[in-house]
C-alpha cells in the first residue's frame, strides 16, 4: 500500500511539473504578448512592465524564474485583473465552482447510477426506453440550449427557483443541474451496459442457481463489478465539473473559475493561464489516484498494491 501511495506520488509529480512546464514555455514563445496594443506604449514603459512582471530576459531565464516562484506557492500577479495575484483569483473564483461542480457531480453520479440500474433492471420495459431516451436528449442538447429552458420554466413561469445569483442554496440548483444534465446521461448509460453484461456472466448465474434472488446478486455481487466503468468515468469528471464550466456560469451569472480559464487565454495572461492549468491537473491526478484506490475495495482481482 504504501509502495504503491509512494510511487504514485513520485508520478504524479512529475506529471504535473511536466503539464506546467510544457504551458509556461509555450506562453512565452508563442507571438504575442499581454502588453501587445495597437498603438504600442513608449520603449521605456514596456521595459518597466516587463520587469515589473518578470519577464525580462531569455526564455530559459524567464521559465527558471518562474518555477523558482512556482516552487514556493507563488502563482505572480495577473495581466488582467490590476493589483491582484494569481492566488487571489482563484481564491476568489474557486470556490464558487468547486460549490456548484461538488453538487452537479452528486446529481450526476448517484442519479446516473441509479437510473442506469434501474434501465438495466427493467431491460426493453417502459422505463428502459424512456430512461435512455431521456439520457439521449440529455447528451444531445448542449447546454446553452438547457440552461435558458431552466430558466423560463422554474424561474420566470413557475417562478419556485432564482434565475441568477449567488449566495443562497437556492442559486445552486438550477446551474447544478444544468451542468450534471450531459453526464448523468452518460453515467446512466454506461451503468446500464455495464450492469447488463455482468448480469449474463457466470457467476450472476451460479448465484441465482444457489436460491439468491436478483435483488440480493444485484447488490452483493453484480453492482460491485459493475460499477467499475463508471468510477474511472467519475475520475476525470469530478476535475471537469469542480473546475467549472464557462457556458453554465455565464448563463445563470456566476463568477467561478470557468471564466478565469477562457479569459486567461483571451487576454494573454500567462500567469493566470500558469496556475489554472495547473489547479486543473492536479485535480485530475487526484481523482485519478482516488480512482485507482477505489478499484482495489470493489474489485479484489485487481492489485493495485503490488
Known amino acids: 500500500m504504501l509502495?504503491?501511495?509512494f510511487r504514485r506520488l513520485l508520478s504524479s509529480a512529475l506529471v504535473l511539473f511536466c503539464v506546467v512546464s510544457v504551458t509556461v514555455l509555450?506562453?512565452?514563445?508563442?507571438?504575442?504578448?499581454?502588453?501587445?496594443?495597437?498603438?504600442?506604449?513608449?520603449?521605456?514603459?514596456?521595459?518597466?512592465?516587463?520587469?515589473r512582471y518578470k519577464l525580462s530576459g531569455t526564455t530559459w531565464e524567464r521559465y527558471t524564474s518562474?518555477?523558482?516562484?512556482?516552487?514556493?506557492?507563488?502563482?505572480?500577479?495577473s495581466f488582467r485583473y490590476r493589483d491582484w495575484?494569481?492566488?487571489?483569483?482563484?481564491?476568489?473564483?474557486?470556490?464558487?465552482?468547486?460549490?456548484?461542480?461538488?453538487?452537479?457531480?452528486?446529481i450526476a453520479s448517484v442519479g446516473g447510477v441509479l437510473l442506469g440500474s434501474l434501465a438495466a433492471l427493467k431491460r426493453d420495459e417502459l422505463v428502459d426506453w424512456s430512461a435512455m431516451l431521456g439520457a439521449l436528449l440529455l447528451i444531445s442538447v448542449p447546454t446553452f440550449i438547457t440552461g435558458p429552458c431552466l430558466i423560463a420554466v422554474f424561474g420566470l413561469w413557475l417562478?419556485?427557483?432564482?434565475?441568477?445569483?449567488?449566495g443562497r442554496w437556492e442559486h445552486v440548483i438550477l446551474p447544478a443541474f444544468c451542468l450534471a444534465g450531459p453526464y448523468l446521461a452518460y453515467v446512466a448509460r454506461l451503468m446500464r451496459n455495464?450492469?447488463?453484461?455482468?448480469?449474463?456472466?457466470?457467476?450472476?448465474?451460479?448465484?441465482?442457481?444457489?436460491?439468491?434472488?436478483d435483488a440480493q446478486a444485484l447488490a452483493k455481487h453484480a453492482m460491485k463489478v459493475a460499477i467499475?466503468?463508471?468510477?474511472?468515468?467519475?475520475?476525470?469528471l469530478a476535475a471537469n465539473l469542480l473546475t467549472g464550466s464557462m457556458v453554465v456560469e455565464t448563463v445563470f451569472n456566476i463568477s467561478g473559475a470557468g471564466t478565469v480559464f477562457v479569459?486567461?487565454?483571451?487576454?494573454r495572461d500567462y500567469f493566470l493561464l500558469v496556475g489554472a492549468v495547473a489547479v486543473y491537473c492536479a485535480l485530475v491526478i487526484l481523482f485519478n489516484f482516488i480512482v485507482d484506490v477505489l478499484y482495489g475495495f470493489l474489485d479484489k482481482r485487481i492489485k493495485v498494491y503490488g
Do not use: C
Open 3 to 5: 509502495a504503491f501511495i
Open 26 to 51: 509555450l506562453s512565452f514563445v508563442m507571438k504575442g504578448g499581454p502588453f501587445d496594443r495597437e498603438k504600442p506604449p513608449p520603449e521605456h514603459i514596456q521595459k518597466a512592465l516587463l520587469a
Open 66 to 77: 518562474y518555477m523558482s516562484d512556482l516552487a514556493r506557492g507563488d502563482l505572480r500577479a
Open 85 to 106: 495575484t494569481v492566488n487571489e483569483v482563484l481564491a476568489q473564483k474557486m470556490p464558487n465552482s468547486i460549490k456548484l461542480g461538488a453538487v452537479a457531480f452528486v
Open 159 to 166: 417562478k419556485v427557483l432564482p434565475v441568477g445569483g449567488w
Open 194 to 213: 455495464s450492469l447488463l453484461e455482468v448480469m449474463k456472466s457466470e457467476f450472476m448465474r451460479t448465484a441465482r442457481a444457489k436460491g439468491v434472488s
Open 228 to 236: 467499475l466503468p463508471v468510477v474511472t468515468f467519475l475520475g476525470p
Open 263 to 267: 479569459n486567461s487565454l483571451q487576454n
